[in-house]
Structure formats: structure tokens, C-alpha cells
């Protein structure tokens, strides 16, 4: 990811603060592509920028503490930090794209829901 040096951010407390790097990445499961982790930081000028394979490193670990994957063999992707929208994401596996999963939750997949197709909304990849 490339630094942003062209950015300010106001606080009230401080002042203004140059934004120097914007990083994030997913965490995902590599059979099915679903978003099991999402992690994202904002460098402030006269901070530490982490460099990219220690900030996935360190969202791989984050994902194992924060809930139990079993099995599950994950990888990272690094995307934009805007890209990180909130609600279920996955990576299509065919174009390493993080997308919107319009899929329902896991256990109503498991549960038989109808609908359970997955969504196409594509929202960028870095």
C-alpha cells in the first residue's frame, strides 16, 4: 500500500495530523474465500508505518484469538482500507477481489435457507 501524505485529519485535542499511510487487510478462508478477520490501521506523521508481512502476521493471529476457525487454513489479502465496508465480505477466489457476501449467515446455509447464492458486488482489490 502507498503512503498517504496528501490527507489531514482534525482533532480537537491536537490539532491537525497528516495522515502518512492508510493500511488493511482480510483474513479469509482459502476453500470458500469468506472473511473471517478484517484488520486496518491509519499512520499518523511521526508514527511507525508496520510493514505489510508483519501487519498480516499480526492479523492472522488476531483472527485465531478472536474466535474459534478450527480447521480452516487462511490467508491474507491486503485491500483498501475503504474497501473494509462493515457487513460480510469474501474474496472470490477466481479474481482475488474482496466483494460483499450477500450470502446468509453460516447457520441458516447449514439450516437449508433458500437464497443462500453468494453476491457479485465487486469492491476492489490493492
Given amino acids: 500500500m502507498e503512503p498517504n501524505n496528501h490527507s489531514a485529519m482534525s482533532f480537537g485535542f491536537v490539532g491537525k495530523l497528516r495522515v502518512v499511510a492508510q493500511l488493511a487487510c482480510?483474513?479469509?478462508d482459502e476453500a470458500?474465500?469468506?472473511?473471517?478477520?478484517g484488520h486496518g490501521t491509519?499512520?499518523?506523521?511521526?508514527?511507525?508505518?508496520?510493514?505489510?508481512?508483519a501487519f498480516q502476521r499480526r492479523a492472522l493471529e488476531l483472527a485465531h484469538k478472536s474466535r474459534d476457525?478450527?480447521?480452516r487454513r487462511l490467508k491474507t489479502m491486503m485491500v483498501e482500507l475503504s474497501a473494509m465496508s462493515g457487513g460480510p465480505m469474501r474474496v472470490d477466489?477466481?479474481?482475488?477481489?474482496?466483494?460483499?457476501?450477500?450470502?446468509?449467515p453460516p447457520a441458516?446455509?447449514?439450516?437449508?435457507?433458500?437464497?443462500?447464492?453468494?453476491g457479485q458486488g465487486s469492491v476492489g482489490k490493492k
Avoid at 477466489?93 to 446468509?104: K, T, W, Y
Fill in 26 to 28: 482480510v483474513v479469509y
Fill in 32 to 37: 470458500d474465500g469468506a472473511v473471517v478477520h
Fill in 42 to 53: 491509519v499512520c499518523f506523521e511521526g508514527g511507525a508505518v508496520p510493514d505489510e508481512a
Fill in 69 to 71: 476457525l478450527g480447521s
Fill in 93 to 104: 477466489l477466481s479474481s482475488h477481489r474482496l466483494i460483499h457476501d450477500e450470502a446468509p
Fill in 108 to 118: 441458516q446455509r447449514r439450516a437449508g435457507h433458500k437464497g443462500a447464492e453468494r
